[in-house]
């Protein structure tokens, strides 16, 4: 069994800013060079989250007005008083979604659906770098 990680950052903007991060991930696991595993991938904070979707603009769209539906930024929230950032919707709208995803891997290559896609999502009131692990785990 091998394990392999890697650590990358990248810019997000403000109010859920979703990024495709498919391919930077797909680049890790080929320089791994595991052909049957799971990759999982994480995101270090807690304003984030990580998920799959079809990267098309309008669902995006959609995407971003359901979870304004579900958790309104415009609303105070008692973690607002806290530290004064006025981002206690962005932590509840990353617990949702959630900080990680598992993936499979076969024969080398993510067993993602057709439309299916990796993204980060930073549901912070400020843009923000991320700081991304991807870890493999499984046999060459």
Known sequence: MIIFSEKFEISSKAFCGVVDITDRVE????????????????????????TTIEFEPNLIKDFQELIEKLVPKDKTYYHDSTWGEGNGFSHLRASLIGPSITVPVKNGRLALGTWQQIVLINFDNRERERKMIVQIVGEA
């Open 27 to 50: 680049s890790i696991l080929k320089k791994s060079k595991i052909k049957d595993g799971i990759v999982t991938v994480f995101t270090m904070g807690s304003t984030a989250g990580i």
